[in-house]
């Protein structure tokens, strides 16, 4: 709802900017996006050296829309991306699975500082699980488990118009797991049983984006999270990283990587030992290197 009523909102802007009786002045508002369909497909029949039938497909949709009268300001990023891939008989399992929302307003204090609020969610679209090829496998995630509300009061550095550094002292963050079995589990650092979780916390979110070489587009945000009332030494960041390399209006790679450490999230150390025991925290990395259909708008 909230990108329909902003999409409508600039609609009316544009038309009021292109009619032939408007005045000669630009929209405030500002549009872009990146849309990219990758897909790879192997097939053998008697192939001597090995290998297994695969296909895999990805998809991914970026969209910004950003609003700048000079006092006054609103910024809007959803990130949509979800991908499958499939080897020999093995079950389809993801490859790709996000929604992240973020918006931000901000009302200028000086030059280059505003005074600003940070609304943030996200969530996955699709269950995930333990053994994603195997027909036993465990479910470990959902839609909603785990879901994450950042709610953030505080200011906004921007000294231009590529790179924004967001610092709060005052941030509320919501864990949902909206799965009755993970939350049985007490999965994503809810108590057992319980479907929600609430911290307090400082949080700071650095966003850059440029085409730092003709044809190559920069895309990276880093958010931290320290939580006041429970180690907060224990640094929560969430680090994404797009590259597009243009090769035409309509072909081009894309490289995008994302780093989790959240203290909250457990793994099982040994899960050969066919014990359920989710103890060890890790550093989290996925790295999905494509090349297909985009186009920047």
Known sequence: MLLIGIALLAQEAQEATTSPDAPETD????????????????????????GENSVS????LKLSADYDNGTTSWDNDLTLGFGLTKQGDELARKSDDQINL??????????????????????????????PG?????????????????????????????????????????????DTMLANKGAFGVDPGQAVRGEFGAYIKFAYKREILKHVLLDTKIDLFSNYLNHPE????????????????????????????????????????????YTEDRVQFKELLGLGLTYTF
């Open 27 to 50: 929209t405030l508002w500002k549009f872009s996006g990146v849309s990219s369909l990758n897909l790879s497909q192997l097939a053998l029949s008697n192939w001597a050296a090995g």
């Open 57 to 60: 497909g990805n998809a991914l």
């Open 102 to 131: 973020s918006s931000k307003f901000g009302y200028k204090a000086s030059k280059k500082w505003r005074y600003s609020a940070l609304l943030g969610f996200t969530t996955q679209f699709a269950e995930g699980y333990e053994n």
């Open 134 to 178: 195997d027909e036993d496998r465990t479910r470990i995630s959902n839609f909603m488990a785990p879901g994450y509300l950042n709610l953030a009061l505080g200011m906004d550095y921007k000294p231009g118009k590529n790179l924004s550094l967001f610092i709060s002292p005052v941030t509320g963050k919501v864990t949902f797991v909206l």
């Open 234 to 277: 224990r640094v929560d960041v969430n680090w994404d990283l797009l590259l597009t390399f243009k090769v035409n209006e309509y072909i081009s790679a894309t490289l995008m990587t994302q780093l989790i450490y959240d203290h909250d999230i457990k793994f099982d150390p040994d899960p050969s030992d066919d014990i359920e025991e």
